[in-house]
């Protein structure tokens, strides 16, 4: 039974779609995120939610939009897309202070 | 703001070898401090973590690391090298505190273990 899943593993798209990432934890957690990590690997901080509210907005593009129904789900939405979009996209789930469990991760490829 | 440095971008060693990743950081306060390992294709494995206490932590796998304030560092290090180990290491420091920490993530180090 997986902590943290997200669908789809993998997100092949044209330039200009609008496409949404899903993610679910059924660890009880209170808190979520969105990292990205680039082609060199380097892992950034998107999006945090905290019982669904709105806690960490990093500098990205309007473009992108979180959701989050519950707070077991956190959603990605990107409009638009572009060809620099590409990337992995990790959803994550922690309580206050203490480590996050990541998902499997999402790779994005914009042709 | 907090920064995480880790010097090496690719070692090599020899199975049966021991190990040790650098990592240094930089934050204000007492800061909280995770190694993470990403096998190819993977999501992020928790290692092991630093919060308080006990300065020498043990993970999973072997895997132990050593908190050192006066030098701001917490380099991982594993005995005896496995061939499975060989994959990429992310040393990261939680910032903020109370509702929601973001993670700060050094830009990795890619072990490859020779036979």
């Known amino acids: 039974d997986t902590a943290v899943s997200q669908t789809p593993k993998y997100l092949v798209t044209q330039m200009g779609n609008d496409k949404s990432i899903k993610c679910e934890q059924n660890l009880g957690h209170d808190t979520m995120y969105w990292y990205k990590q680039d082609s060199k690997k380097f892992l950034k901080i998107m999006f945090s939610y905290n019982n669904k509210e709105l806690i960490i907005n990093e500098t990205v593009p309007n473009r992108f939009s979180p959701k989050s129904p519950d707070k077991a789900h956190l959603n990605l939405h990107i409009n638009s897309l572009e060809l620099g979009d590409s990337a992995v996209y990790f959803c994550a789930s922690s309580q206050v202070e203490t480590e996050a469990f990541f998902g499997q991760g999402t790779r994005l490829t914009v042709v | 703001a907090q920064s995480v440095t880790q010097p090496d971008i690719h070692i090599t060693v020899s199975e049966g070898a021991s190990l040790e990743l650098r990592c240094n950081y930089s934050y204000g306060a007492t800061p909280y401090l995770f190694w993470y390992v990403q096998s190819p294709g993977q999501g992020l494995q928790l290692l092991l973590k630093y919060f308080s206490g006990d300065t020498l932590v043990q993970g999973i796998k072997g895997f132990e690391a050593e908190f050192k304030r006066s030098q701001s560092s917490f380099n991982l290090r594993k005995p005896s090298v496995h061939w499975s180990d060989a994959a990429e290491y992310f040393c990261?420091?939680?910032?903020?505190?109370?509702?929601?920490?973001?993670?700060?993530f050094g830009t990795g180090t890619r072990l490859q273990v020779t036979l």
């Open positions: 990261a420091v939680a910032a903020g505190t109370g509702t929601a920490s973001k993670l700060t």
